[in-house]
């Protein structure tokens, strides 16, 4: 009796250093290390540095470069970000659809949409020597090349619920993201801007002086000896600036899929059953949270989205800046850069939902000042930089919070999981349609106020619309998604609680596993 007592002490002192154990083995495993969070970080900045590259010289370049007609520039614009839109819950449902394989479900589309993105990206900045057919040679490039980004985008995207359990953990790689996201902005609008800024667009005065002068010829001439030199190099110098913009996607490509590992456990219960696309899709649109953070988002990327569109028109136009406004745009992006590791300190001292109140708001007086105070450099400079500060806000948080929606999700509806790409490819897809829609419309608008293409000059009522473009519209979208935001219930008490909740179902399904082990063993 005593000895059998004895051994029943034993057996459970060595039970519980063995749990223990078991219990640092799972947290050890949960956590990332600084090269894993680095080489997650790498993966995002292919979208950033194209996209921004895209983003602020792709109108001036069809307009000034390329000379395509305002009207069919604008149709373009429109056309490639619609596009662009509707791919990424295409894209998320193939996805869903995409069994898992040894390396993992989502790196394969990235693995393979990466060489016909780049050569499709490479082909968006070349002229083509054609009469007719350059609208459909832009629009063609132009979508493939957006459907091709977003079979690269959407998967690295959901990656963020499939490398770690831990939302500490995901909220780290995700600043580490947003980081080095913001530096391929930077990075994007240096290598677009500086090597294209060392190349003089050629411009033509006023078109009035040509028709007081009478002189077709004159026009003719100047068209075909002091232009034609430096729009050739204007040209090359795009395309110079596409083909290192191409090789750094290719490296940041190599690097992610080398140092992440996807876990198929890591957004998984144990308890989990699959659910199909469409059920999915119905539960995550009656999802409240969900709906209201991408309602607030919205009308913040739209702002954001009209300014980085037609700054440098204004710049170049309306405040006569035109030989500096890519080290503008360099501020702007620098500005942001620097102050990602501030928002995210804040975000977790303060809460998210006070950071998108006072960091989104920030850009406001700013936006107003440089319209008010007009053609000064240096105060240009300073908005500059305020704006920088906004710009890392509304690129942190949006990413840091929808892993909170989607915990929240799982705690209402625990039997359906692999819906996290439903999630960020639907944000992503609201996002780019009304973008595309604005800068649409804002392309066209400039046509209709009477744009000059290749002018020295714009009429002053192109420069009013623009003045219009990136600081009235702007700061009324983001009043707008200020109020939306009042709406968004997760603050930081109930994200504390759906953290507890969720970790204690995890525990609970792996206690239940590893109590069945136990009974196996002890029956074996």
Not at 123 to 135: E, N, R
Not at 213 to 219: E, G
Not at 470 to 487: D, E, M, Q, T, Y
Not at 503 to 518: A, I, M, P
Request: hydrophobic share 45%.
């Amino acid at each position: 009796m005593a000895g059998g007592g004895g051994a029943e002490r034993a057996g459970a002192g060595g039970l519980l250093p063995t749990a223990l154990r078991q219990h640092r083995r799972r947290e050890s495993r949960e956590r990332l290390s600084v090269c894993s969070k680095l080489c997650y970080a790498v993966g995002g900045a292919p979208y950033q540095i194209t996209g921004c590259a895209l983003g602020f010289f792709l109108q001036i370049y069809l307009l000034d470069v390329a000379q395509v007609d305002a009207f069919y520039a604008s149709i373009i614009l429109f056309a490639g970000r619609v596009w662009d839109a509707i791919t990424d819950p295409m894209v998320g449902f193939f996805i869903s659809k995409t069994p898992w394989t040894r390396f993992g479900r989502l790196m394969p589309w990235i693995m393979f949409s990466t060489p016909f993105a780049i050569i499709s990206y490479f082909l968006i900045w070349f002229v083509p020597d054609i009469s007719t057919g350059q609208v459909m040679w832009y629009l063609v490039f132009y979508c493939a090349f957006q459907t091709l980004v977003t079979c690269f985008h959407v998967p690295y995207s959901a990656l963020t619920m499939f490398i770690s359990r831990e939302q500490s953990e995901r909220d780290s790689a995700t600043a580490y993201r947003m980081t080095v996201e913001v530096l391929g902005t930077v990075l994007g609008t240096a290598i677009q801007g500086q090597i294209v800024g060392k190349v003089d667009t050629p411009c033509i005065e006023s078109p009035f002086f040509f028709s007081l002068t009478n002189s077709s010829v004159a026009m003719e001439e100047l068209n075909m000896t002091h232009d034609t030199e430096s729009l050739r190099d204007t040209r090359n110098a795009y395309m110079i600036a596409a083909g290192v913009i191409v090789g750094l996607y290719v490296l940041c490509a190599v690097i992610l899929v080398l140092g992440v590992k996807e876990k198929r456990e890591s957004s998984e219960l144990q308890s989990d059953e699959p659910v199909s696309f469409l059920q999915g899709l119905k539960l995550v649109m009656n999802h409240g949270p969900y709906i209201k953070l991408i309602a607030g988002f919205l009308f913040t990327q739209l702002a954001f989205m009209l300014l980085e569109g037609n700054f440098a028109l204004f710049c170049t136009y309306t405040l006569g800046f035109r030989n500096e406004f890519q080290n503008i745009l360099l501020a702007i992006m620098l500005s942001a850069t620097l102050t990602i590791p501030f928002w995210q300190w804040f975000l977790t001292r303060f809460g998210k939902k006070t950071a998108v109140y006072i960091g989104i708001t920030s850009a406001i007086p700013f936006l107003i000042v440089v319209v008010v105070v007009g053609s000064n450099l240096f105060v240009t400079y300073v908005v500059a930089v305020a704006a920088g500060i906004s710009v890392a806000a509304a690129f942190l948080l949006p990413w840091s919070m929808l892993p909170d929606v989607v915990d929240d999700f799982k705690l209402q509806h625990p039997s359906s999981h692999g819906h996290e790409a439903i999630f960020f490819s639907f944000y992503v897809f609201f996002t780019k349609f009304t973008a595309g829609v604005s800068l649409g419309i804002s392309t066209l608008s400039l046509d209709f106020a009477g744009y000059q293409t290749r002018g020295c000059s714009q009429p002053d009522q192109v420069n009013f619309t623009l003045k219009m473009l990136v600081s009235a519209v702007p700061v009324g979208l983001i009043l707008l998604s200020l109020l939306l935001f009042k709406l968004y219930p997760i603050d930081e008490e109930k994200r504390k609680k759906n953290k507890k909740a969720l970790q204690d179902l995890r525990e609970e399904s792996n206690s239940s596993s590893e109590s069945d082990n136990t009974e196996l063993a002890s029956i074996v």
